[in-house]
């Protein structure tokens, strides 16, 4: 089973050289420290950042230099900062390649939750459905259960959606899933974690295939 670092660490493995990507808030801003060897990938921050990289040593921290979740981040070489207007304007004109967001409920056939809770006071819903509707590539970087053990990959989400068929894949602690028409596909399943489980961790449609590998972090 992994902790949020090894998510992070199994999503970063899905990065392309050259791409532009966005971080969403929690598991996803760790994304950036585990870039594989030998590519270059820009992270492109929400609230105005190109060029964003990972979090800065303890002491080291520039309480000026931000990320979407308001977290101490670090600058590449060549990075530039800009208004809100103009990162978003990147967001929505599709130059962002891959975006990786954490959500609360994602259904089966790729719908997403992640911005608001029932009865829960919220500022707003930033850029989450910007981002869900814009980019061409959404990988999910969630836990599989809740506290309580029930299933957060649904049949159908039950709290305010942000986007309708738009997740691509799914990476929890438990599993790596694509989002088909047909549903969820396992991938791949963490170490020491059993198909068995998986599927009990599953409220919605899930297709197994032969063999399923464990991941490889």
């Keep these: 089973m992994l902790d949020k670092i090894g998510i992070a660490k199994r999503i970063a493995q899905e990065l392309k050289d050259g791409?532009?990507?966005?971080?969403?808030?929690?598991?996803?801003?760790?994304?950036a420290n585990y870039v594989?060897?030998?590519?270059?990938?820009?992270?492109?921050?929400?609230?105005?950042?190109?060029?964003?990289?990972?979090?800065?040593?303890?002491?080291?921290?520039?309480?000026?230099?931000?990320?979407?979740?308001k977290q101490t981040v670090t600058l590449r070489p060549g990075a530039c900062i800009f208004d809100s207007a103009m990162s978003f304007a990147m967001i929505r004109g599709q130059h962002v390649q891959l975006t990786v967001l954490g959500a609360m409920e994602v259904s089966d056939e790729g719908?997403?939750?992640?911005?608001?809770?029932?009865?829960?006071?919220?500022?707003?819903?930033?850029?989450?459905?910007?981002?869900?509707?814009?980019?061409?590539?959404?990988?999910?970087a969630m836990m599989h259960t809740n506290k309580a053990g029930e299933s957060k990959l649904l049949k159908q989400c039950t709290l305010p959606l942000t986007g309708v068929k738009c997740v691509k894949?799914?990476?929890?602690e438990l599993?790596?899933?694509?989002?088909?028409?047909?549903?969820?596909?396992?991938?791949?399943?963490?170490?020491?974690?059993?198909?068995?489980?998986?599927?009990?961790?599953?409220?919605?449609?899930?297709?197994?295939?032969?063999?399923?590998?464990?991941?490889?972090?």
């Design 111 to 140: 719908d997403i939750a992640n911005w608001k809770i029932p009865g829960r006071m919220v500022k707003g819903m930033g850029g989450a459905m910007d981002l869900v509707a814009s980019a061409e590539n959404i990988i999910v």
């Design 36 to 69: 594989p060897f030998g590519i270059d990938v820009e992270f492109q921050s929400e609230n105005g950042i190109l060029g964003m990289g990972p979090f800065p040593f303890e002491g080291e921290e520039d309480p000026d230099l931000i990320n979407a979740g």
């Design 175 to 217: 599993a790596v899933l694509d989002v088909t028409p047909e549903g969820f596909k396992l991938i791949e399943r963490a170490p020491g974690v059993s198909v068995e489980h998986i599927i009990k961790s599953t409220e919605g449609r899930l297709i197994v295939e032969g063999e399923i590998p464990e991941m490889i972090i």
């Design 169 to 172: 894949k799914i990476v929890t």
């Design 19 to 31: 791409w532009y990507v966005n971080l969403g808030i929690g598991i996803p801003t760790l994304v």
